[in-house]
T-cell receptor, first 111, second 114 residues
Framework: DAKTTQPNSMESNEEEPVHLPCNHS???????IHWYRQLPSQGPEYVIH???SNVNNRMASLAIAEDRKSSTLILHRATLRDAAVYYC????????????FGQGTRLTINP | EPEVTQTPSHQVTQMGQEVILRCVPI?????FYWYRQILGQKVEFLVS????????KSEIFDDQFSVERPDGSNFTLKIRSTKLEDSAMYFC????????????FGSGTRLTVV
């Protein structure tokens, strides 16, 4: 499984944008970049995913570097509810692809 | 928004007893998964299931574990003889496609083995 590297923790202020980085230098051409988050005492929650192009949805934006070796999850206006552990995960397209969770980035939002 | 439903939310069992954790995946999803998370640790993959058979299983998923989709809607994880180290949150997940769609997780079953 291709690995990702994320900072252990980040801190931001409420109503400010947050940029969560992820490095994945060994990504293959068919690996999708997934982001999930886990709020305290809850199951993982899908945030966004992409392959090559930048992606936007109602929760966040995903910016993918041109060489695909890194990506950034962007929360445009953080709220207290966004405090969670964020996981950047690579997943291929062969078979019923499992998600391999790392330690993720623990995001703290200050009021 | 469609949800993955897990029951019970919390189960306490005695060591050596069998437990069945139940999940109702999203109805049109094709791929089904079980994960677990021991308190304070990473989320770990247990097993994936597609077309009524196991697609992949981890080293954790040994002979005491089994999965079943008995009626086309439920997806169950059975632990035959529970051990203290099986105490964890167990999450069920489902997905429509292998990688091009996100996975939807349930809210989990907290299993406590005493």
């Amino acid at each position: 499984d291709a690995k990702t590297t994320q900072p252990n923790s980040m801190e931001s202020n409420e109503e400010e944008p947050v940029h969560l980085p992820c490095n994945h230098s060994t990504i293959s051409g068919t690996d999708y970049i997934h982001w999930y988050r886990q709020l305290p005492s809850q199951g993982p929650e899908y945030v966004i995913h992409g392959l090559t192009s930048n992606v936007n949805n109602r929760m966040a934006s995903l910016a993918i570097a041109e060489d695909r070796k890194s990506s950034t999850l962007i929360l445009h206006r953080a709220t207290l509810r966004d405090a969670a552990v964020y996981y950047c995960i690579l997943s291929g397209i062969q078979g019923a692809q499992k998600l391999v969770f790392g330690q993720g980035t623990r995001l703290t939002i200050n009021p | 928004e469609p949800e993955v439903t897990q029951t019970p939310s919390h189960q306490v069992t005695q060591m050596g007893q069998e437990v069945i954790l139940r999940c109702v995946p999203i109805s049109n999803h094709l791929y089904f998964y079980w994960y677990r998370q021991i308190l304070g640790q990473k989320v770990e993959f247990l097993v994936s299931f597609y077309n009524n058979e196991i697609s992949e299983k981890s080293e954790i998923f040994d002979d005491q574990f089994s999965v079943e989709r008995p009626d086309g809607s439920n997806f169950t994880l059975k632990i035959r003889s529970t051990k203290l180290e099986d105490s964890a949150m167990y999450f069920c997940a489902s997905s429509l496609d292998r990688a091009s769609y996100g996975y939807t997780f349930g809210s989990g079953t907290r299993l406590t083995v005493v």
